[in-house]
């Protein structure tokens, strides 16, 4: 995946929730776009519970790493 993919992901109005998945085969779920943040290599995600809209944690991704960008629906939303 490159940088661009994610801009616009990220840049969708109204905003639709994504989903990455790692080649780990570990996934992050993308609810909102100020959830993610994105460098030129990476792209940093929010993780754990928000409090006052701030996560609790983060994960850096390597962009090499992510084999896919899914849409999250509500018959996605429990994976």
């Avoid at 840049?11 to 989903?19: K, S």
């Avoid at 944690?57 to 996605?76: F, G, K, M, N």
């Amino acid at each position: 995946m490159n940088v661009q993919t994610f801009r616009d992901a990220l840049a969708t109005r109204p905003f639709q929730p994504f989903r990455i998945v790692m080649s780990s085969g570990v996934s992050y779920e993308i609810r909102h776009p100020e959830m993610a943040w994105l460098t030129k290599t990476s792209i940093v995600v929010g993780t754990g519970e928000m409090d006052q809209g701030v996560p609790a944690d983060h994960r850096t991704c390597s962009l090499l790493h992510v084999t896919a960008i899914e849409p999250i629906t509500a018959a996605t939303s429990t994976r």
